[in-house]
Nanobody
Framework: VQLVESGGGLVQPGGSLRLSCAAS????????MSWYRQAPGKEREWVAA????????NYADSVKGRFTISRDNAKNTVALQMNSLKPEDTGVYYC?????????WGQGTQVTVSS
């Protein structure tokens, strides 16, 4: 399993970013894909998940209405559109999948929301 995130950066409060994750090494269209994040000094937390065909999406309360998860099964990618960003959204964002009994992670992409 290989997951490679991209799209992070520095953005002002109220701004937007779009993260992308390129997946390989497993049958992408069969698996639920998730995004997690880890703020400095805090534990990693779940952000959003999308079902294998994209029909079901779930979000943490802290991002509901601001973030949108999507996937392209033809390209083996999953995205996280983040709008109305807040300083508390700062952290390293990880793409994740459970294949078999193990959860796999990408290397993460840094998102910093600051003026």
């Amino acid at each position: 399993v290989q997951l490679v995130e991209s799209g992070g950066g520095l953005v002002q409060p109220g701004g937007s970013l779009r993260l992308s994750c390129a997946a390989s090494g497993f049958t992408f269209r069969q698996e639920v894909m998730s995004w997690y994040r880890q703020a400095p000094g805090k534990e990693r937390e779940w952000v959003a998940a999308i079902s294998n065909l994209g029909g079901t999406k779930n979000y943490a309360d802290s991002v509901k209405g601001r973030f949108t998860i999507s996937r392209d099964n033809a390209k083996n990618t999953v995205a996280l559109q983040m709008n109305s960003l807040k300083p508390e959204d700062t952290g390293v964002y990880y793409c994740s999948v459970v294949v078999g009994r193990s959860r796999d992670w990408g290397q993460g992409t840094q998102v910093t929301v600051s003026s």
